[in-house]
C-alpha cells in the first residue's frame, strides 16, 4: 500500500524554526518528485516547496522562497521542509506529495500521492 506520513509539526513562535519530514512507503520513491503543500482554515491548499524527481532542481513559493528548504534522502524515503523564520501566515496542515516523474513545480493535480497532512501552528 502507498503511504506517505508526516510528522514534525507542532506549535512555535513566530521567528521559529520547525523540520517537517516525509516517510513514503509503497512506491520506488527516487522515480516521483515530492512537494509540500499547505492549508490555512478556510483557505485553498497551496504549493509551498516541492523538488524534482531526479533531486536536481527545487522550487519554492514566493511566499516561502528564502525561509523554506526542501531535501531529499532517496535512501531513507524521506523528504523534509526545513522551515524557517517562521511567521504567523505559515499557519496551516502541511502535506507531502508524490508526482511521478515530475517537475517538483506547484500544479497540485499532477501529483497522485498525499499523506494525511501535520498541522503547524505559528504564534505571534
Known amino acids: 500500500q502507498v503511504q506517505l506520513v508526516e510528522s514534525g509539526g507542532g506549535l512555535v513562535q513566530a521567528g521559529g524554526s520547525l523540520r517537517l519530514s516525509c516517510t513514503a512507503s509503497?512506491?520506488?520513491?527516487?522515480?516521483?518528485?515530492l512537494g509540500w503543500f499547505r492549508q490555512a482554515p478556510g483557505k485553498e491548499r497551496e504549493f509551498a516547496a516541492g523538488?524534482?524527481?531526479?533531486?536536481?532542481?527545487?522550487h519554492y513559493a514566493d511566499a516561502v522562497k528564502g525561509r523554506f528548504t526542501i531535501s531529499r534522502d532517496n535512501a531513507k524515503n524521506t523528504v523534509v521542509l526545513q522551515m524557517n523564520s517562521l511567521k504567523p501566515e505559515d499557519t496551516a496542515v502541511y502535506y507531502c506529495?508524490?508526482?511521478?516523474?515530475?517537475?517538483?513545480?506547484?500544479?497540485?493535480?499532477?501529483?497522485?500521492?498525499w499523506g494525511q497532512g501535520t498541522q503547524v501552528t505559528v504564534s505571534s
Open positions: 506529495a508524490a508526482d511521478l516523474g515530475g517537475m517538483g513545480t506547484g500544479r497540485g493535480v499532477s501529483y497522485e500521492y
Open positions: 509503497g512506491f520506488t520513491f527516487s522515480h516521483y518528485a
Open positions: 523538488i524534482r524527481w531526479s533531486g536536481d532542481t527545487t
